[in-house]
T-cell receptor
Framework: DTGVSQDPRHKITKRGQNVTFRCDPISEHNRLYWYRQTLGQGPEFLTYFQNEAQLEKSRLLSDRFSAERPKGSFSTLEIQRTEQGDSAMYLC????????????FGPGTRLLVL | GESVGLHLPTLSVQEGDNSIINCAYS??????FIWYKQESGKGPQFIID?????DKRQGQRVTVLLNKTVKHLSLQIAATQPGDSAVYFC????????????FGRGTSLIVHP
């Protein structure tokens, strides 16, 4: 257990539905990252926050995706109008800016869009 | 056994053998490299890292070697155990800018008792 938690661990939804995932980082970590991982591939960067500010977004993050970190602690990732291609593992990671560069990953949320 | 880079996605070894997992990275501007271990159903777990000003770093049963000339990174696991069975990813980070590592494809390590 790295100290990063994600909820839910699994989500099955029908195409067109909206889903929201939550990440709780290690409490003192001010940077929080979202990644997407498909089977057999490494994690692909989606977006990251420093405190409550969203500093960078990948081109992978279509306009159906939105992420927030309103109080600089937990974060949510919402996918609107889900598509089958959104099926993947969504990983959250956190680190302390200025500290060790290592990111600590949560267990992920596995999304299946039917 | 030895993996010739991420083009060979699976490495099978016997318990007690040494394992070598290789990774070819693409960005000559990368200055920080990390190896992660990912077990089934879990997120990646940090194993060891190395900066570009080093060519070798050792941890507990693991050693990372960096050859910047040919942009090659390897992870050596000594006395491989069944609990080492997992997918291993290398990741690289370009110097400067925000810390966003780029992950390679991954190598599946299978340790037979």
């Amino acid at each position: 257990d790295t100290g990063v938690s994600q909820d839910p661990r699994h989500k099955i939804t029908k195409r067109g539905q909206n889903v929201t995932f939550r990440c709780d980082p290690i409490s003192e970590h001010n940077r929080l990252y979202w990644y997407r991982q498909t089977l057999g591939q490494g994690p692909e960067f989606l977006t990251y926050f420093q405190n409550e500010a969203q500093l960078e977004k990948s081109r992978l993050l279509s306009d159906r995706f939105s992420a927030e970190r309103p109080k600089g602690s937990f974060s949510t990732l919402e996918i609107q109008r889900t598509e089958q291609g959104d099926s993947a593992m969504y990983l959250c990671a956190s680190r302390l800016q200025g500290g060790q560069e290592t990111q600590y990953f949560g267990p992920g949320t596995r999304l299946l869009v039917l | 056994g030895e993996s010739v880079g991420l083009h060979l996605p699976t490495l099978s070894v016997q318990e007690g053998d040494n394992s070598i997992i290789n990774c070819a990275y693409s960005n000559s501007a990368s200055d920080y490299f990390i190896w992660y271990k990912q077990e089934s159903g879990k997120g990646p777990q940090f194993i060891i890292d190395i900066r570009s000003n080093m060519d070798k770093r050792q941890g507990q049963r693991v050693t990372v070697l960096l050859n910047k000339t040919v942009k090659h990174l390897s992870l050596q696991i000594a006395a491989t155990q069944p609990g080492d069975s997992a997918v291993y990813f290398c990741a690289e980070k370009a110097s400067g800018g925000s810390y966003i590592p780029t992950f390679g494809r991954g190598t599946s390590l299978i340790v037979h008792p």
